[in-house]
């Protein structure tokens, strides 16, 4: 499965969360370090769901850039 990742830079660390699996976040050091978090952390998650017998959440976000002018 392909999830859109949200990543965003801190004033001294990186975090990454899952709109489509809520509560599933990371955070590192760098953004590539965020990422590996948060791809190791979904398939935890996802682990933790399936063995809960629960269903795992299909992706259905997606992500966009939108150029705006700044005043």
């Known amino acids: 499965m392909r999830y859109t990742v949200i ?24 953004r590539e370090e965020a990422l590996q978090l948060i791809r190791e952390a979904i398939e935890f998650h996802l682990e933790g769901l399936k ?7 299909k992706p259905h976000s997606y992500g966009e850039v939108v150029e705006v002018r700044a005043a």
């Open 51 to 57: 063995e809960h017998g629960e269903p795992i959440p």
């Open 7 to 30: 990543v965003e830079e801190g004033s001294t660390s990186w975090g990454a969360y899952v709109p489509d699996v809520p509560g599933c976040v990371a955070a590192g050091e760098s």
